[in-house]
């Protein structure tokens, strides 16, 4: 799962603090031990000297037989140390350091089939980091399904003879049903309605319980991203503008709020085309939420690419009045 590399630097900052922690704890352990205990400092101070010894004659090549008596005599002192720590009713794993994960001892990285793999601790981290900085500048903890107030909908019919309530239950029922069952094969979403309609809180929400999986999210508005890329274009940094667009791109699931509010020029209709294709392409799922009605989304972005949009995603159109008024 695609992270940048500041969320993947912080993820290691954060594992390598806990490896430090735990070795300092195990250490103060140790040495609390060895106070109480100082024959057992002796044995560890002598099977301290004896593996170094060993490296000695592997690196000198010296007979197999002073190899062989040391590895003996050192099986003989954790022996001897064993039974000390028993007598005493001292669980031996008092010496070794308690990491947080035992599969990788809090490195980030496991030996599986002669390959050296990301451990699952450092990809959970990552999810962790990448949702704290999402959360920085959303409101991730307010958009949540809980949070989500379904009786702001009408019960009454509006004048297409639709109840907002009916629809937004199915809608809301819907978006719980896709952050549950997410996965790579995940169908994308066209989220459209008026302003106000819960179309933001509701990718937040899923947003928020996909997160909890691992998987990577990025949430953009619109305007913002496209302006972004633009600046990069113009100003011919053109390595900044492809990592731009590719961390779009990798990302598990990427949410686009807002489309059709930016400035739309050739430059950004090529953008929202490419970037959409590029992720359908992937395999990759997008939440795209807009105000647009399809016929000015046509106008706006091209036949072509409204049909890609309809053919690629499920379409949630949401209907009532704007509930911040009700609020």
Do not use: W
């Not at 307010?142 to 909908?153: I, N």
């Not at 990069?232 to 731009?244: G, K, L, M, S």
């Amino acid at each position: 799962m695609p992270y940048s590399q500041e969320v993947y630097h912080l993820a290691k900052e954060r594992l390598s603090e806990r490896r430090q922690q735990a070795l300092r704890a195990a250490d103060y352990r140790r040495e609390q031990l060895y106070q109480e205990l100082p024959v057992l400092r002796d044995i560890n101070n002598e099977l301290m000297t004896i593996g170094a010894s060993i490296a000695k004659c592997v690196v000198k090549s010296d007979s197999r037989l002073s190899i062989k008596e040391l590895s003996e005599r050192s099986l003989t002192l954790q022996a001897e140390q064993d039974t000390i720590l028993a007598e005493h009713n001292i669980d031996k794993d008092i010496l070794e350091p308690r990491f947080t994960c035992e599969k990788c001892d809090d490195t980030g990285y496991i030996e599986k089939d002669n390959r050296t793999e990301v451990c699952d601790c450092l990809l959970r981290l990552m999810a962790e980091i990448a949702g704290e900085q999402l959360s920085t500048d959303l409101p991730l903890k307010e958009s949540t399904f809980a949070s989500f107030r379904l009786d702001y909908y009408s019960t009454e019919p509006d004048s297409n003879g639709k109840i907002p309530f009916n629809r937004m239950s199915n809608i809301y029922n819907y978006c719980v049903n896709y952050a549950d069952t997410f996965n790579e094969h995940s169908k994308s979403i066209l989220m459209r309605g008026s302003t106000g309609l819960g179309k933001t809180h509701l990718s937040l929400a899923i947003a928020n319980e996909v997160i909890k999986k691992g998987v990577s999210v990025i949430y953009v508005s619109a305007p913002e991203i496209f302006s972004k890329l633009e600046r990069e274009h113009f100003n011919y940094r053109y390595a900044d503008q492809e990592d731009t667009f590719n961390s779009l791109v990798k990302c598990d699931l990427l949410i686009l709020d807002d489309l059709g509010t930016e400035f739309v020029s050739p430059f950004t209709t090529s953008c929202v085309y490419n970037l959409f294709n590029s992720r359908i392409l992937a395999g990759k799922p997008t939440i795209i939420n807009t105000n647009m009605q399809l016929n000015e989304l046509i106008q706006a972005y091209s036949q072509r690419f409204v049909s890609r949009l309809i053919g690629s995603c499920d379409r949630l159109d949401f209907i009532g009045e704007d509930i911040r008024t009700e609020e």
